[in-house]
């Protein structure tokens, strides 16, 4: 008779691990594998769709010309190029220590406190001259976005090469802003 019970307990393990060893899969299987087949399956209709978009835009671009609509384009009204053709005359100023007594007085500033000016040596390339300073200035983001604006504006080979924008410590509306800016300068013809 123990024999029999002996059977019955063996039979009763070998049902409960194969229980336990089938939960632990069903539980493998929806924790790990299933969130990850719905991603892949997620991704594979995205890039599907990606596709389909793109094929419809090269549809769309090999059946209407382009080219008329840039050729129909106005060419830039930039100063900086009027200055290069010699359409208009640049400003009388000569050296970049002019230009910045012109940039920082108040009249042009108009709100804004220059904080510092940094010179870099002048650079002699071939047929100009490359003058570079870096201007740190306080004031409100509307007037040292008007500033740049009037810089850009102005008929001189300035070119705004970097800025950069911080918050001040003392908080509320007002940035530092530095720009950097190069001055260039024709030779035989300033």
Same mark, same amino acid.
């Given at each position: 008779? $123990?024999?029999?019970? *002996?059977?019955?307990?063996d039979?009763?393990?070998?049902v409960?691990?194969l229980?336990?060893?089938?939960?632990?899969? !069903?539980?493998f299987?929806r924790?790990?594998? =299933?969130?990850?087949?719905?991603?892949?399956r997620?991704?594979?209709?995205?890039? *599907?769709?990606?596709?389909?978009?793109?094929? $419809?835009?090269?549809?769309?671009? #090999?059946? !209407?010309?382009?080219?008329?609509l840039?050729?129909?384009?106005?060419?830039?009204d930039d100063?900086?190029?009027?200055v290069?053709?010699e359409?208009?005359?640049? =400003?009388?100023? &000569?050296?970049?220590?002019?230009?910045?007594?012109e940039?920082? #007085?108040?009249?042009?500033?108009?709100?804004? /406190?220059?904080? &510092?000016i940094?010179?870099?040596?002048?650079? *002699? /390339?071939?047929?100009y001259?490359?003058? !570079?300073s870096?201007?740190?200035?306080?004031? $409100?983001?509307?007037?040292?976005s008007? =500033?740049v604006?009037?810089?850009?504006?102005?008929p001189? =080979?300035v070119?705004?090469?970097?800025?950069?924008l911080?918050?001040?410590?003392k908080?509320? $509306?007002?940035v530092?802003?530095?720009?950097?800016? /190069?001055f260039? *300068?024709?030779?035989?013809?300033?």
């Open positions: 008779m $123990s024999y029999h019970w *002996q059977k019955m307990a039979t009763r393990r070998q409960a691990s229980v336990i060893l089938i939960l632990l899969s !069903t539980l299987f924790l790990f594998y =299933l969130p990850r087949q719905q991603g892949l997620l991704e594979k209709s995205r890039l *599907q769709g990606l596709r389909l978009e793109r094929d $419809s835009l090269k549809k769309v671009y #090999s059946q !209407t010309n382009v080219a008329p840039v050729a129909k384009k106005p060419p830039p100063i900086k190029l009027k290069l053709n359409e208009i005359q640049p =400003l009388s100023i &000569s050296s970049m220590p002019d230009f910045l007594k940039l920082t #007085s108040p009249r042009f500033l108009r709100g804004l /406190e220059v904080v &510092s940094h010179d870099k040596p002048a650079l *002699q /390339e071939e047929g001259d490359l003058a !570079t870096v201007v740190a200035l306080q004031g $409100s983001f509307f007037t040292i008007s =500033l604006d009037r810089i850009e504006k102005i001189l =080979l070119k705004i090469r970097d800025l950069s911080k918050t001040t410590e908080g509320g $509306s007002d530092v802003a530095e720009l950097t800016l /190069e260039y *300068q024709w030779r035989g013809h300033l």
